[in-house]
């Protein structure tokens, strides 16, 4: 079947079989690979991508269902000039990844997590997240991060290629 | 300045943030264009004998290019176990034929290549595999009675065995012994990242291996010898890594299966397990069943301690069949005990093979000796800091070699101790215990307090040796081939540093390379936490060396006497002495001769790092689930040489600890079967279950590198697990209880609090 969506701002119209997963599609029909799969079960938040302003797990999606949507995911999160959105850049500032494989899915979270709650407290930025999974940091600086990037304001919680208020 | 011990921001980062880092499953090779799918066909029983593998229906399905089972395997042998000593039968088969037995639940049975993902799932369900079931072997206990043999070529569930018995009189004369039976459980690593590989086949008859692994060279060697081909016809290489924990040390027999397949598919052929898959068929840790037993005087003097470990291997017993060894060799942890016995038993059972989990046999070593000083210190009525106190091994800079065997570098325990309870606030803390207790309030505190010492850089395949090549070129940039192989530890920041320091030049003009063994033949990969003690002080000796090699370079070039000569940072390069900026660039010294070192470091032994945790639970004694709020730690890995990606690395293994010590534990029912098998299952610790870190600083250079460097991937994980334990512990203690098996979870903690209620103790 044909699907059409806005995927980081970019009007993309491909044939899928109706059970591919969200995440699939991303990956490997348009090699958007930011987004990982970790688990099968919806638990581990790997796969988060941001659709229509709302963070979502993209492998408990069929890509079918996100028809006509707007879909951000990592590799449309930065400025059009390559400036680090803020939770990128925090992420980096207080080392809130290692191996990488749960980033993806945690900054998207984590931009969903801001845009409920511009000034979170430690103890909501863990509630924020506990859909995401991460086996390397023990998330001492994800939520370090999460809370370094809340002080850069509102942009913080915006994705620069949606229309919509994000939220998680 | 100097570069080391700052906090420089990883130079992976950008890339791991804007396009994300780059997996097996990612990859875009060329050469793997047009690649088939494979998808295994697994058993779902623990042990039986197969008695059917129908593949006819799934040749037929869509997309279907070769479904492959036992019989179609050609010459391929079975292979035999990672570990010389070990019986040959204990060999695993590439698929289980019909007449042969599974041993496991993810046992293999049949691959099925296809052209698209989701056809492999689906030809998959269409092989048909009848099992007669035999009684499933679940644990030391049941294996150790050999009433189910799980290979009867072998005869007997019995691995291998380590040490002797103790001596009848060991503990006679001390005024109180305690023993007790614990569980080390067996956990998973659960790297996000599952297990990937790909494989294609060259012209030139070499296949390339992309997969995900702490160490390419080692994987190399191992899938060569299980396919008989000569080695350098293997090229293998490991893109970025999604975690590892431990249980990606060592090639897979799927990623050797891969190759195989490409080879008589005459395609490539990628595969990328699902997490079901990986929580049956990866490597899982620890595994053992421990008695300890404890003897000294009421002053709190410990005169004897003897730990006997029963360890479970799993269905074909991999390289967990030796981590017991290493769980001996610190059993004295960080204790002057004038005796100390050792032993352990190994045994096959029908779970998934165990394998090294972050710390891999010195978690399981601290976690016993921590439990009998708790429990000695109860027996006696004593604060179990004091009881570790009084029986530390006295603060040393020369080596101290433990009644186990082990030959420690340097320490100071004491003073480790000292630093964390006074970070914790002990006095407060257990100011507040009493209080609580006394008011017998539901949410109950409980301070839990470890000392730790273990062993790093200990020889894991490579010796205690670790290569570099390190060269600048024409445009002043320069270039790093490692041995190790990092997956987040950010070697690639922190060796561009080592090398930095040295040259003047820019972190970021530095270039790191690891995981391909075509460009870096020899490497021992990061495990044990060896690489910034081997590898990282290799990086450094090859930039010492290349700065000698530049300056008779430049002195020929510039016609000065060598020795006149020295780097001159600002300027990225060598000037003479004392007049910066007038010398000549790295850039010109390498524009007409290639500039290039390559050299070996050997570290003369291992390291043992060494720390103190304190954490802090309140446990609702109405419900019995604990909660941690706090946790302090001092983690002493000498010289730092990036402490933001030091505290990273503690961070990890803390929450590690924590998980194993509250939450996660793999589960077989009676039959083998996994009850823990998918992340909905299995308690994997999330954020909310975690309080931030407090982290005290603490150095204390070893003499055993150029750098002072000790290890820090495992130390988290071994300091918090025992504290957390114990934590829990004492949050009831005043209710009668001494001791909850790990995970303590909820339902263990009621139980342990009605038990004591009715008047035995636990």
């Given at each position: 079947?044909?699907?059409?969506?806005t995927?980081n701002?970019?009007?993309?119209?491909?044939?899928v079989?109706?059970?591919t997963?969200?995440?699939?599609?991303?990956?490997?029909?348009?090699?958007?690979t930011a987004?990982?799969i970790?688990?099968?079960?919806t638990?581990c938040?790997?796969c988060t991508v941001?659709?229509?302003?709302l963070?979502?797990?993209s492998c408990?999606?069929?890509?079918?269902?996100?028809?006509?949507?707007?879909?951000?995911?990592?590799?449309?999160?930065?400025?059009p000039?390559?400036?680090?959105?803020p939770?990128?850049a925090?992420?980096?500032a207080?080392h809130?990844?290692?191996?990488?494989?749960?980033?993806?899915?945690m900054?998207?979270a984590?931009?969903?997590?801001l845009?409920d709650?511009?000034?979170?407290?430690?103890?909501?930025?863990?509630e924020?997240?506990?859909g995401n999974l991460?086996r390397?940091?023990?998330?001492h600086?994800?939520?370090r991060?999460v809370?370094?990037?809340?002080?850069?304001?509102?942009a913080?919680g915006?994705v620069p290629?949606?229309?919509?208020?994000v939220?998680? | 300045?100097?570069?080391l011990?700052?906090?420089?921001?990883?130079?992976?980062?950008p890339?791991?943030l804007?396009?994300g880092?780059?997996y097996?499953?990612?990859?875009?090779?060329p050469?793997?264009a047009?690649?088939?799918?494979?998808?295994?066909?697994r058993?779902t029983?623990a042990?039986?004998?197969?008695?059917?593998?129908?593949?006819?229906?799934?040749?037929?399905a869509?997309?279907?290019v070769?479904?492959?089972t036992?019989?179609?395997?050609?010459?391929?042998?079975?292979v035999p176990?990672?570990?010389?000593?070990?019986?040959?039968?204990?060999?695993?088969?590439w698929?289980?034929?019909?007449?042969?037995r599974?041993?496991?639940?993810g046992d293999?049975l049949?691959?099925v290549?296809?052209?698209e993902?989701?056809q492999?799932?689906?030809a998959?369900?269409m092989?048909v595999?009848d099992?007669?079931p035999?009684?499933?072997v679940?644990?030391?206990?049941?294996?150790a009675t050999?009433?189910?043999v799980?290979?009867?070529?072998?005869?007997t569930n019995k691995v291998?065995?380590?040490g002797?018995?103790?001596?009848?009189?060991?503990?006679?004369?001390?005024?109180?012994?305690?023993?007790r039976?614990?569980?080390?459980?067996?956990v998973a690593?659960?790297?996000?990242?599952?297990?990937?590989?790909s494989a294609a086949w060259?012209?030139?008859?070499?296949v390339?291996?992309?997969?995900t692994?702490q160490g390419?060279?080692q994987?190399?060697?191992?899938?060569?010898?299980?396919?008989?081909?000569?080695?350098t016809?293997?090229?293998?290489?490991?893109p970025d890594?999604g975690?590892?924990f431990?249980?990606?040390?060592?090639?897979?027999?799927?990623?050797?299966?891969?190759?195989?397949?490409?080879?008589q598919?005459?395609?490539?052929v990628?595969?990328?397990e699902?997490?079901?898959?990986n929580m049956?068929?990866m490597?899982?840790?620890?595994?053992?069943?421990?008695?300890i037993?404890?003897g000294g005087?009421?002053?709190?003097t410990?005169k004897?301690y003897?730990l006997?470990?029963?360890?479970d291997?799993?269905?074909y017993?991999r390289?967990?069949?030796v981590l017991?060894?290493l769980?001996?060799?610190?059993a004295a942890a960080?204790?002057?005990?004038?005796?100390?016995?050792?032993?352990?038993?190994?045994y096959?059972?029908?779970?998934?093979?165990?394998?090294?989990?972050r710390?891999?046999?010195?978690?399981?070593?601290t976690?016993a000796?921590?439990?009998?000083?708790?429990?000695?210190a109860?027996?006696?009525?004593m604060?179990?800091?004091?009881?570790?106190?009084?029986n530390?091994?006295?603060?040393?800079?020369?080596?101290?070699?433990?009644?186990?065997g082990?030959?420690?570098?340097?320490?100071?325990?004491?003073?480790a101790?000292d630093?964390?309870?006074?970070a914790?606030?002990y006095?407060?803390?257990?100011?507040?215990?009493?209080?609580?207790r006394e008011?017998?309030?539901?949410?109950?505190?409980?301070?839990?307090?470890?000392a730790?010492?273990e062993?790093?850089?200990a020889?894991?395949?490579?010796g205690?040796?670790e290569?570099?090549q390190?060269?600048?070129?024409p445009?002043?940039?320069?270039?790093?081939?490692?041995?190790?192989?990092?997956?987040?530890?950010g070697h690639?920041t922190?060796?561009?540093?080592l090398?930095?320091?040295?040259?003047?030049i820019?972190?970021?003009?530095?270039?790191?390379?690891?995981?391909?063994t075509?460009?870096?033949?020899?490497?021992?990969?990061?495990?044990?936490?060896?690489?910034?003690?081997?590898?990282?002080?290799a990086?450094?000796?090859a930039?010492?060396?290349l700065?000698?090699?530049?300056?008779?370079?430049?002195a020929?070039?510039l016609?000065?006497?060598?020795?006149?000569?020295?780097?001159?940072?600002?300027n990225?390069?060598?000037?003479?002495?004392g007049t910066?900026?007038?010398?000549?660039?790295w850039?010109q010294?390498?524009?007409?001769?290639?500039?290039i070192?390559?050299t070996?470091?050997?570290a003369?032994a291992?390291?043992?790092?060494?720390?103190?945790?304190?954490?802090?639970?309140?446990?609702?004694?109405?419900?019995?689930?604990?909660?941690?709020t706090?946790?302090?730690?001092?983690?002493?890995a000498?010289?730092i040489i990036n402490p933001?990606l030091?505290?990273?690395q503690?961070?990890?293994?803390?929450a590690?600890?924590?998980g194993?010590?509250?939450l996660e534990?793999?589960?077989?029912?009676?039959?083998?079967?996994?009850?823990?098998?998918?992340f909905?299952?299995y308690?994997?610790?999330?954020?909310?279950?975690?309080?931030?870190?407090?982290?005290v600083e603490?150095?204390?250079p070893?003499?055993?590198n150029?750098l002072?460097?000790?290890?820090?991937?495992e130390?988290?994980?071994?300091g918090?697990?025992p504290?957390?334990?114990s934590?829990?512990?004492d949050?009831?203690?005043?209710?009668?209880v001494r001791h909850?098996?790990m995970?303590a979870?909820s339902?263990?903690v009621?139980?342990?609090i009605r038990?004591?209620q009715?008047?035995s103790?636990?």
């Amino acid at each position: 079947m044909q699907v059409s969506m806005t995927v980081n701002g970019q009007q993309r119209t491909d044939e899928v079989e109706p059970r591919t997963l969200l995440a699939h599609h991303l990956r490997d029909n348009l090699g958007l690979t930011a987004t990982n799969i970790g688990c099968d079960s919806t638990s581990c938040g790997a796969c988060t991508v941001i659709v229509d302003g709302l963070t979502v797990k993209s492998c408990t999606v069929l890509a079918l269902q996100a028809e006509g949507a707007e879909v951000t995911t990592l590799e449309g999160l930065a400025g059009p000039d390559g400036e680090l959105h803020p939770v990128q850049a925090a992420f980096r500032a207080e080392h809130g990844l290692q191996c990488g494989f749960c980033t993806s899915g945690m900054v998207m979270a984590a931009v969903g997590v801001l845009a409920d709650n511009p000034n979170p407290t430690d103890r909501e930025v863990r509630e924020g997240l506990e859909g995401n999974l991460c086996r390397c940091t023990g998330y001492h600086n994800i939520v370090r991060a999460v809370l370094t990037a809340a002080e850069s304001g509102p942009a913080a919680g915006r994705v620069p290629t949606s229309k919509q208020e994000v939220s998680a | 300045m100097s570069i080391l011990g700052t906090r420089v921001v990883r130079t992976e980062d950008p890339l791991f943030l804007t396009r994300g880092a780059v997996y097996t499953d990612d990859l875009t090779d060329p050469r793997l264009a047009g690649a088939l799918h494979a998808t295994f066909v697994r058993s779902t029983v623990a042990h039986g004998t197969v008695t059917e593998v129908d593949a006819s229906a799934a040749r037929e399905a869509p997309g279907v290019v070769a479904v492959y089972t036992a019989e179609d395997l050609g010459d391929l042998q079975p292979v035999p176990p990672p570990l010389p000593f070990l019986d040959a039968g204990f060999s695993r088969p590439w698929l289980v034929p019909v007449g042969g037995r599974v041993h496991f639940v993810g046992d293999l049975l049949a691959v099925v290549l296809t052209e698209e993902r989701y056809q492999g799932e689906d030809a998959a369900e269409m092989v048909v595999v009848d099992i007669d079931p035999l009684p499933a072997v679940v644990g030391t206990a049941a294996a150790a009675t050999d009433e189910t043999v799980l290979f009867p070529a072998v005869g007997t569930n019995k691995v291998a065995a380590f040490g002797e018995p103790a001596p009848e009189d060991f503990f006679a004369d001390c005024e109180v012994v305690v023993t007790r039976a614990i569980a080390n459980q067996r956990v998973a690593a659960a790297p996000l990242e599952t297990r990937a590989a790909s494989a294609a086949w060259g012209e030139d008859g070499r296949v390339t291996i992309w997969c995900t692994n702490q160490g390419a060279q080692q994987a190399q060697g191992q899938i060569a010898g299980w396919l008989g081909l000569d080695p350098t016809l293997v090229h293998l290489v490991t893109p970025d890594v999604g975690g590892g924990f431990g249980a990606k040390i060592g090639a897979d027999q799927e990623y050797a299966f891969v190759a195989w397949l490409a080879q008589q598919a005459g395609r490539p052929v990628r595969w990328t397990e699902s997490r079901s898959e990986n929580m049956t068929g990866m490597l899982q840790g620890r595994a053992q069943d421990q008695v300890i037993t404890i003897g000294g005087d009421r002053d709190g003097t410990v005169k004897a301690y003897s730990l006997v470990v029963n360890q479970d291997c799993g269905a074909y017993p991999r390289i967990g069949t030796v981590l017991p060894t290493l769980t001996m060799l610190m059993a004295a942890a960080v204790y002057d005990i004038p005796k100390v016995h050792a032993q352990a038993t190994c045994y096959a059972t029908n779970g998934t093979s165990i394998g090294a989990y972050r710390g891999a046999g010195r978690p399981e070593a601290t976690a016993a000796a921590e439990r009998a000083m708790d429990l000695f210190a109860a027996e006696i009525g004593m604060d179990p800091a004091d009881v570790r106190r009084k029986n530390f091994i006295a603060p040393f800079t020369e080596p101290f070699t433990t009644a186990s065997g082990a030959t420690y570098d340097s320490g100071d325990y004491a003073a480790a101790l000292d630093r964390v309870l006074e970070a914790a606030g002990y006095a407060d803390l257990r100011a507040e215990q009493a209080r609580r207790r006394e008011r017998g309030d539901v949410r109950q505190l409980g301070i839990g307090v470890s000392a730790y010492v273990e062993i790093t850089g200990a020889d894991s395949g490579h010796g205690t040796s670790e290569n570099a090549q390190l060269e600048v070129h024409p445009d002043g940039t320069a270039t790093v081939l490692t041995g190790t192989s990092p997956h987040g530890q950010g070697h690639a920041t922190t060796w561009a540093m080592l090398a930095s320091e040295q040259l003047g030049i820019p972190v970021e003009k530095i270039t790191v390379l690891h995981g391909d063994t075509d460009r870096i033949p020899d490497g021992g990969g990061t495990m044990g936490s060896r690489s910034l003690q081997q590898g990282g002080a290799a990086v450094h000796q090859a930039a010492v060396e290349l700065v000698e090699v530049a300056r008779k370079r430049a002195a020929e070039l510039l016609e000065a006497n060598p020795d006149d000569l020295e780097v001159d940072l600002a300027n990225a390069g060598l000037s003479v002495k004392g007049t910066p900026g007038t010398g000549i660039t790295w850039a010109q010294l390498a524009a007409d001769e290639q500039l290039i070192v390559q050299t070996t470091f050997t570290a003369a032994a291992p390291t043992f790092p060494f720390g103190a945790h304190v954490a802090v639970v309140e446990t609702d004694v109405e419900s019995g689930k604990a909660v941690v709020t706090r946790l302090i730690t001092v983690d002493d890995a000498g010289t730092i040489i990036n402490p933001l990606l030091a505290e990273g690395q503690r961070h990890g293994g803390i929450a590690q600890g924590v998980g194993q010590a509250l939450l996660e534990e793999i589960l077989y029912d009676d039959d083998g079967n996994p009850q823990t098998s998918t992340f909905a299952d299995y308690p994997f610790v999330s954020a909310t279950e975690l309080p931030s870190f407090e982290l005290v600083e603490m150095a204390t250079p070893t003499p055993m590198n150029p750098l002072g460097a000790k290890g820090i991937g495992e130390a988290g994980t071994i300091g918090s697990t025992p504290a957390v334990q114990s934590a829990v512990v004492d949050s009831v203690a005043h209710l009668g209880v001494r001791h909850v098996d790990m995970p303590a979870t909820s339902m263990r903690v009621w139980r342990a609090i009605r038990e004591a209620q009715k008047g035995s103790t636990n």
